[in-house]
């Protein structure tokens, strides 16, 4: 564990040295992310600013629950995204080999060697959402709320991953992929619009165990509420647990069916 952070913190350092020589392009990603954010809450704000209730859930709520999704998603797009978002394109051209044949671990590179500093805003502009959830909501914040309101975001920020991860080994089997990808956009924003508790039937089966985005926001804004049973706690981290051994798993199946450039 020690030496596998010690290669990320290295990874990391090597990402923003190389950014940083192209400075315009550094910090012209936070100026384009940054307006995206806007864009999307001006959305949300038509959506949502003349509506009470959704449900059961609370305007207060709704905008706690935004603001984790948002939270969830800027997470990925600093850390792990345009890493994961490339091993597609590595494996269909061959590329794969420069990391399965170097030291340490091909998908910790593979995963942490894009990071992204010019998706930060968004994790502030998400987190001024959130916080603007909690005064409408009324809910009194103390250190534990925040310790494990933040425990849970990480948790789900995983879960994102496995989820990312999984789709995206796929290409070890099939050749096309693009359509799994637009099924993964299509289901991230209707997630991102509805609380996994409003889905019922085989939608809650779907995205609640299947592919459980309704999980990854849901669950933290419960939390932060006070709406989450022992239960649902319960079943969000051993759905975590679960997705990422089966990320793993899947990753080192396909990686054994590898084809290389070179055979």
Known sequence: MKDNLKFIWLLIKLRLSHMMVFRLSFFGAFFADGMLFLVQLVTFQVIYGRVERI??????????????????????MVIYFFGVLSIPDKIRSGALDHYITKPGNALLRLSFEA????????????AGIIAYGL??????????LIFGYAALVLVMAVLYYDMELILRTIPFLLVGTSAIERLEGEMLTLNFQIPGVLFQGVFKVLFYFVMPYGVMATVPAQFVT??????????????????????????RFGLSRYKSASS
């Open 55 to 76: 449900g059961d859930w609370s305007r207060g709520q709704m905008l706690i629950f935004i603001g984790t999704f948002s939270m969830i998603n800027a997470l990925n």
């Open 226 to 251: 006070g709406t989450l049973s022992g239960w649902g706690l319960a079943y969000a981290l051993g759905l975590a647990v679960l997705f990422t051994g089966g990320a793993l798993w899947f990753w």
């Open 135 to 144: 005064r409408v909501q009324g809910v009194p914040v103390s250190v534990p």
């Open 115 to 126: 990071v992204n500093p010019g998706s930060l805003p968004l994790v502030l502009f998400s």
